[in-house]
């Protein structure tokens, strides 16, 4: 029957079972009689070994134990009955009491002790008030274990802002908390529209992996959980192999109203409810929530943070490439003068000294000569900042400079170079420069990853078409690449470099600059048997170059025969070389060091032609060519520029709208008949 029990709110349908343990029939009955009128169900022992069998078989919530049984005292009875089940009421009756009696009686765990004959509503009144009493404990006891509970999961939260340990730590525990043998952990993904397993005890992976949720994942709900491992169901353990359909209960985890997650939790060994713990789940999940919440806006601050440094560091690298440009412009300007020096002495005497040894000799100054030259120019063109233009591209010839450019760290590294390239590969439309950027890149990190593991490495280059693609292929035997690594490889920012060794931009930019030529970069490798990168090209021929006419052809400077020409330059060996070359061809030549001095002799002087250097002491070449330019337009016209710094962007700059020849220091005598050429023919 249904019954309001005192000092309970509302109504409970279960009622309150009491033993009567005492061998009088007549006060047996009497009790039993009252306690059912007052809504409790009565039992009844005659002896104190049927009062404890009756206590083993089932619960009881409170028992009335007479002092005098025929085979154990009451106080026996009454500590047996307290180790069974503490929270067990137990009112002792008699019919001889004794202070000491009572004393002993209530010390041994009992809620009250009462006199025959029995005064019926004192004792209702202490059986009632101790069962409040009872139930009063059970629940602070209950809301102490859910506060120890949460004060727990809310401090392995805080803990860490590392989802997985941290949530390893709470869900452990949940666990241990609810009594459960098994539980998991799923969270959502950035966009909400998944949820991924987190963690789990007590069952395998692939168990919680299979769970499939319920549209919509509202509120605490219950969804069936397979599994083949051994777990306990009531009193039998369940066979190897045999599968067992659990019930597990989920509650969903959200902050700021939005799913974040679900806490799942299943206990196979009784297959208890979990819906009396409703509120504490919900309490749990809310905790859960706010750390998911908060472990996913620190790992946003994280990468806004990586992002940060990311950009600091290409911006450092940005700086660090343009003072290297400023620092190889000065290098090559202080190269080039001495190289082309001896670079046009050992052409110059070549064509006077007609001695075969000697021939040889300067054959061989004038090609380690140019070797240099080679080598500065590669520096040159790789720190230059170029507008991408597509002309007629030689790509072996782009693969070649750009193994040139880094020989020397290969040769040193102990890298042997195998160079297999297509002699019949056509010419393309390309830019050559952005294609030695990327090559350059390419070679770089071969080398860089063969220098570290204590053997020579050997980098196979390779090029050729394949249909209507050029293929060339850079193959190391460097430690390569992990399998987890490759998608990643032309990421932006990513790099498996030591910290300060690479910025993570150089792959990415290639990546960039393939595209724009309409092709496509990839890499092949497996970790320890070195990696593969092939640049694959459209076949897109350039057209061929017209040949010259015989009359273009042979470059000469039998044009300044009886000419006036006037040598600007601050390098004594470059004068001496000039006014050797400007004489052999029947040039009259006047040399000066200073821009000064040119200016005051090309006020004067009857000049068919200048050459003047860029940089000068005391007034530099662009301001000796405006003085000239304002005061000797018609001279003006007539000049030529040599410089070994045209990487400056101010060089640059003015060289484009003073639009006048200018030959690269160092250069040949045929590059300096092709420029008189042009400029005795205006």
């Given at each position: 029957?249904?019954?309001?029990?005192?000092?309970?709110?509302?109504?409970v349908?279960?009622?309150?079972?009491?033993?009567?343990?005492?061998?009088?029939?007549?006060?047996?009955?009497?009790?039993?009689?009252?306690?059912?009128?007052?809504?409790?169900?009565?039992?009844?022992?005659?002896?104190?070994?049927?009062?404890?069998?009756?206590?083993?078989?089932?619960?009881?919530?409170?028992?009335?134990v007479?002092?005098?049984?025929?085979?154990?005292?009451?106080?026996?009875?009454?500590?047996?009955?307290?180790?069974?089940?503490?929270?067990?009421?137990?009112i002792?009756?008699?019919?001889q009491?004794?202070?000491?009696s009572?004393?002993?009686?209530?010390?041994?765990?009992?809620?009250?002790?009462?006199i025959?004959?029995?005064?019926?509503?004192?004792?209702?009144?202490?059986?009632?008030?101790?069962?409040?009493?009872?139930?009063?404990?059970?629940?602070?006891?209950?809301?102490?274990?859910?506060?120890?509970?949460?004060?727990?999961?809310?401090?392995?939260?805080?803990?860490?802002?590392d989802?997985?340990?941290?949530?390893?730590?709470?869900?452990?525990?949940?666990?241990?908390?609810?009594?459960?043998?098994?539980?998991?952990?799923?969270?959502?993904?950035?966009?909400?529209?998944?949820?991924?397993?987190?963690?789990?005890?007590?069952?395998?992976?692939?168990?919680?992996?299979?769970?499939?949720?319920?549209?919509?994942?509202?509120?605490?709900?219950?969804?069936?959980?397979?599994?083949?491992?051994?777990?306990?169901?009531?009193?039998s353990?369940?066979?190897?192999?045999?599968?067992?359909?659990?019930?597990?209960?989920?509650?969903?985890?959200?902050a700021?109203?939005?799913?974040?997650?679900?806490?799942?939790v299943?206990?196979?060994?009784?297959?208890?409810?979990?819906?009396?713990?409703?509120?504490?789940?919900?309490?749990?999940?809310?905790?859960?929530?706010?750390?998911?919440?908060?472990?996913?806006?620190?790992?946003?601050?994280?990468?806004?943070?990586?992002d940060?440094?990311?950009?600091?560091?290409?911006?450092?690298?940005?700086?660090?490439?343009?003072?290297?440009?400023?620092?190889?412009?000065?290098?090559?300007?202080?190269?080039?003068?001495?190289?082309?020096?001896?670079?046009?002495?050992?052409q110059?005497?070549?064509?006077?000294?007609?001695?075969?040894?000697?021939?040889?000799?300067?054959?061989?100054?004038?090609?380690?000569?140019?070797r240099?030259?080679?080598?500065?120019?590669?520096?040159?063109?790789?720190?230059?900042r170029?507008?991408?233009?597509?002309?007629?591209?030689?790509?072996?010839?782009?693969?070649?400079?750009?193994?040139?450019?880094?020989?020397?760290?290969?040769?040193?590294?102990?890298i042997?170079?195998?160079?297999?390239?297509?002699?019949?590969?056509?010419?393309?439309?390309?830019?050559?420069?952005?294609?030695?950027?990327?090559?350059?890149?390419?070679?770089?990190?071969?080398?860089?990853?063969?220098?570290?593991?204590?053997?020579?490495g050997?980098?196979?280059?390779?090029?050729?078409?394949?249909?209507?693609r050029?293929?060339?292929?850079?193959?190391?035997?460097?430690?390569?690449?992990?399998?987890?690594?490759?998608?990643?490889?032309?990421?932006?920012?990513?790099?498996?470099?030591d910290?300060?060794?690479?910025?993570?931009?150089?792959?990415?930019?290639?990546?960039?600059?393939?595209?724009?030529?309409?092709?496509?970069?990839?890499?092949?490798?497996?970790?320890?048997?070195?990696?593969?990168?092939?640049?694959?090209?459209?076949?897109?021929?350039?057209?061929?170059?017209?040949?010259?006419?015989?009359?273009?052809?042979?470059?000469?400077?039998?044009?300044?025969?009886?000419?006036?020409?006037?040598?600007?330059?601050?390098?004594?060996?470059m004068?001496?070389?000039?006014?050797?070359?400007?004489k052999?061809?029947q040039?009259?030549?006047?040399?000066?060091?200073?821009?000064?001095?040119?200016?005051?002799?090309?006020?004067?002087?009857?000049?068919?032609?200048?050459?003047?250097?860029?940089?000068?002491?005391?007034?530099?070449?662009?301001?000796?060519?405006?003085?000239?330019?304002?005061?000797?337009?018609?001279?003006?016209?007539?000049v030529?520029?040599c410089?070994?710094?045209?990487?400056?962007?101010?060089?640059?700059?003015?060289?484009?709208e003073?639009?006048?020849?200018?030959?690269?220091?160092?250069?040949?005598?045929?590059?300096?008949?092709?420029?008189v050429?042009?400029?005795?023919?205006?």
């Amino acid at each position: 029957m249904e019954m309001e029990v005192p000092g309970k709110l509302g109504a409970v349908t279960e009622q309150p079972t009491v033993l009567i343990a005492d061998d009088e029939p007549g006060a047996r009955t009497t009790l039993e009689i009252i306690l059912a009128d007052s809504g409790y169900r009565a039992e009844t022992a005659l002896t104190g070994e049927q009062a404890l069998a009756r206590a083993r078989a089932g619960p009881l919530d409170a028992a009335l134990v007479d002092v005098s049984l025929p085979d154990l005292s009451g106080t026996e009875v009454l500590t047996a009955l307290k180790k069974l089940d503490p929270d067990m009421v137990v009112i002792m009756v008699t019919g001889q009491a004794s202070l000491e009696s009572s004393v002993n009686a209530l010390n041994a765990g009992a809620a009250g002790y009462i006199i025959k004959p029995v005064d019926m509503d004192e004792l209702l009144a202490m059986l009632r008030s101790a069962l409040d009493k009872r139930r009063l404990e059970r629940e602070n006891r209950e809301m102490l274990r859910q506060l120890i509970l949460l004060y727990g999961v809310g401090r392995a939260l805080a803990q860490s802002l590392d989802m997985e340990p941290t949530f390893n730590d709470s869900l452990e525990i949940v666990l241990v908390a609810l009594g459960a043998e098994a539980g998991a952990v799923w969270v959502c993904d950035l966009e909400g529209n998944s949820l991924k397993l987190l963690t789990h005890r007590g069952l395998p992976k692939a168990d919680f992996e299979r769970v499939r949720w319920p549209e919509p994942l509202d509120g605490m709900c219950a969804v069936e959980l397979t599994t083949a491992e051994p777990v306990w169901q009531g009193a039998s353990r369940q066979a190897e192999g045999e599968t067992t359909r659990l019930e597990l209960c989920c509650m969903p985890v959200r902050a700021g109203g939005a799913l974040k997650g679900v806490l799942g939790v299943v206990n196979p060994r009784q297959g208890r409810s979990f819906e009396d713990n409703r509120k504490l789940l919900e309490a749990v999940g809310g905790q859960m929530g706010v750390a998911i919440e908060n472990m996913l806006l620190f790992q946003a601050l994280q990468r806004a943070h990586q992002d940060l440094r990311e950009t600091q560091a290409q911006l450092v690298q940005s700086e660090k490439l343009s003072a290297v440009g400023r620092l190889v412009s000065g290098v090559a300007h202080e190269l080039n003068n001495p190289l082309g020096v001896v670079i046009g002495f050992a052409q110059y005497l070549s064509r006077v000294d007609a001695d075969e040894e000697m021939l040889r000799i300067y054959q061989h100054i004038y090609e380690q000569a140019k070797r240099c030259s080679r080598t500065v120019d590669n520096l040159l063109t790789f720190a230059r900042r170029y507008e991408s233009e597509r002309v007629r591209t030689d790509v072996n010839e782009t693969v070649r400079a750009s193994l040139e450019l880094l020989r020397y760290q290969l040769r040193v590294h102990s890298i042997e170079v195998e160079a297999e390239l297509d002699p019949n590969l056509p010419p393309i439309l390309a830019d050559p420069h952005r294609l030695q950027q990327v090559f350059v890149n390419i070679i770089a990190n071969a080398y860089q990853s063969m220098a570290g593991q204590g053997h020579p490495g050997r980098l196979r280059v390779s090029s050729g078409t394949d249909g209507d693609r050029i293929l060339v292929s850079f193959a190391d035997t460097g430690p390569g690449i992990a399998a987890e690594n490759l998608p990643k490889v032309f990421e932006p920012f990513f790099t498996t470099k030591d910290v300060g060794q690479g910025t993570g931009l150089g792959l990415s930019i290639s990546y960039g600059i393939i595209q724009e030529h309409g092709g496509r970069i990839r890499v092949e490798s497996q970790q320890g048997q070195g990696a593969t990168f092939i640049v694959e090209l459209p076949l897109i021929v350039a057209a061929e170059a017209q040949p010259p006419t015989p009359e273009e052809q042979g470059p000469s400077l039998e044009c300044l025969r009886g000419r006036r020409v006037l040598v600007v330059d601050d390098e004594e060996g470059m004068v001496a070389l000039m006014e050797r070359i400007m004489k052999s061809a029947q040039a009259q030549v006047a040399a000066v060091s200073d821009g000064e001095a040119a200016l005051a002799e090309a006020l004067v002087g009857d000049f068919d032609l200048v050459i003047a250097d860029l940089k000068m002491p005391k007034m530099d070449g662009p301001h000796f060519y405006e003085l000239l330019r304002v005061q000797r337009p018609e001279l003006a016209r007539r000049v030529i520029f040599c410089s070994g710094d045209t990487v400056n962007p101010e060089t640059t700059c003015f060289l484009t709208e003073a639009r006048r020849p200018y030959l690269n220091k160092p250069f040949t005598v045929e590059e300096l008949a092709v420029a008189v050429q042009e400029v005795l023919e205006e």
